[in-house]
């Protein structure tokens, strides 16, 4: 939701919005899916850690050929 416009990234509470709206999502979800290739963001590390508290698997993944 960090796209021009929508969200602002760098305001704390704008990035809070942001990442309780994936969490909302994210509670009728299957899985929490993370993309390893560039890091594990703060936010990420939060997105995992409501996975494992609602008892939601969290899977580990690449990206195929990724390269920066």
């Known amino acids: 939701y960090t796209q021009e416009g929508v969200l602002d990234d ?7 919005y942001g990442i309780d709206a994936g969490l909302a999502w994210g509670s009728v979800a299957d899985a929490t899916v993370v993309y390893v290739d560039r890091g594990i963001s703060s936010g990420m590390n939060y997105g995992v ?3 494992k508290d609602a008892n939601r698997p969290v ?10």
């Open 10 to 16: 760098n305001k704390l509470d704008e990035r809070k």
């Open 49 to 51: 850690k409501n996975a």
């Open 59 to 68: 899977e580990y993944r690449n990206l195929p050929l990724w390269s920066e």
